[in-house]
Antibody, heavy 114, light 110 residues
Framework: QVQLVQSGAEVKKPGASVKVSCEAFGYTFTAHYIHWVRQAPGQGLEWMGRINPNTGATNYAQKFQGRVIMTRDTSISTVYMELSSLRSDDTALYYC???????WGQGTTVSVSS | QSALTQPASVSGSPGQSVTISCTGTNTDVGANDFVSWYQQRPGKAPKLMIYDVSERPAGVSNRFSGSKSGNTASLTISGLQAEDEADYYCNSYATIRTWVFGGGTKLTVL
């Protein structure tokens, strides 16, 4: 069964970093981009960036440039999204999704609070 | 990259049709045919309803259809049903190798 399984909820203090994982099952990991999308409470979807699991090449939204790093480990079919210098407005549900948008992870809640 | 423009809300009665617009620019919606639409119910992950402007994934009802003219894409839902009540988001690939989403539209079935 094709699915993306994300790591569990995180609680962080302002200024800290968070690293969320997304493990792929049921398809060829290197054949599809993985995108990261976040959704603040009561707000819309916001694209953060994408990674090519085959080459490791990344593209980031301008808003997150310098603060986000996406990586992958092909040996375990997993991609990672690390967001640094966290602020309270980074509190959101973070999703990974396969390149065509047809498969989504369950979401990972990241809460930033002092 | 600015968000695509969607109406905040639309509504319709069961059996009617509704159309949700999504306006971008010539660097995103108007630049390619990679426009998608997602349905999101409360507490759930988005679900792909339309891709490549007008294609439906397997399992999506043919009551959902998509189109595009210039910098504006549209999602039409015909024969409205109570289960269609949800938030809908458009999404486009942009010429600088990024994605951009619309702000979302809340569909209410009266």
């Amino acid at each position: 069964q094709v699915q993306l399984v994300q790591s569990g909820a995180e609680v962080k203090k302002p200024g800290a970093s968070v690293k969320v994982s997304c493990e792929a099952f049921g398809y060829t990991f290197t054949a599809h981009y993985i995108h990261w999308v976040r959704q603040a409470p009561g707000q819309g979807l916001e694209w953060m960036g994408r990674i090519n699991p085959n080459t490791g090449a990344t593209n980031y939204a301008q808003k997150f440039q310098g603060r986000v790093i996406m990586t992958r480990d092909t040996s375990i079919s997993t991609v990672y999204m690390e967001l640094s210098s966290l602020r309270s407005d980074d509190t959101a549900l973070y999703y990974c999704t396969r390149g065509g948008g047809d498969v989504w992870g369950q979401g990972t809640t990241v809460s930033v609070s002092s | 990259q600015s968000a695509l423009t969607q109406p905040a809300s639309v509504s319709g009665s069961p059996g009617q049709s509704v159309t949700i617009s999504c306006t971008g620019t010539n660097t995103d919606v108007g630049a390619n045919d990679f426009v998608s639409w997602y349905q999101q119910r409360p507490g759930k992950a988005p679900k792909l309803m339309i891709y490549d402007v007008s294609e439906r994934p397997a399992g999506v009802s043919n009551r959902f259809s998509g189109s595009k003219s210039g910098n504006t894409a549209s999602l039409t839902i015909s024969g409205l049903q109570a289960e269609d009540e949800a938030d809908y988001y458009c999404n486009s690939y942009a010429t600088i190798r990024t994605w951009v989403f619309g702000g979302g539209t809340k569909l209410t079935v009266l």
